[in-house]
């Protein structure tokens, strides 16, 4: 039997109401998402396509979307293995080309650092991330390479 989990959300170009998409220099990129129940989330392109510099863009999300999911995997099987994390950041990147028209990521790179509460905890919890990256829902939904280069120490 499968759990099926159901996502819904509405996203509105607010870019609109600077007027239409009459050439494509001066068309607003802004958007809002709305979840219910959370937060509006707004945006807009990424700046190489006009975009709001100062406003979340798609890419961005993408690879934000892939940091937290594995952060999240990994601080679960953590606790499930009495690993103590008193510590977690990533700084993640992505690559993105765009060539005929299109365009598409070609690998995003997680580079988590974590620290555990005991030095006897390190080995077990850098493993850990090979397994967190397998259980990712986000990073086992993309067709590009999805990698981590994990960095764990122990309290001092």
């Known amino acids: 039997m499968h759990a099926k989990h159901q996502y819904s959300l509405k996203t509105v170009w607010t870019g609109a109401s600077q007027g239409p998409t009459g050439d494509y220099e001066s068309y607003s990129r802004a958007y809002r998402v709305g979840i219910p129940g959370k937060p509006d989330l707004t945006g807009s392109a990424d700046p190489a396509f006009r975009g709001d510099p100062t406003a979340h863009n798609p890419e961005d999300l993408l690879v934000a979307a ?3 999911c594995h952060m999240l995997s990994y601080l679960a099987l953590c606790a499930r293995s009495r690993i103590m994390v008193i510590a977690y950041e990533d700084d993640a990147s992505g690559e993105m080309v765009v060539e005929r ?3 598409h990521f070609t690998e995003v790179v997680l580079r988590p650092r974590v ?3 005991e030095a006897g905890m390190v080995e077990r919890a850098k493993d850990l991330h090979d397994l967190a990256h397998k259980q990712c829902f986000i ?3 993309v067709n ?3 990698r981590h280069e994990p960095l764990v120490t122990a309290n001092a």
Do not use: E, K, N
């Open 139 to 141: 990073g086992g939904s």
């Open 144 to 146: 590009f390479p999805v």
């Open 115 to 117: 620290v555990v509460a």
């Open 66 to 68: 892939l940091s937290a």
């Open 101 to 103: 028209g299109g365009g």
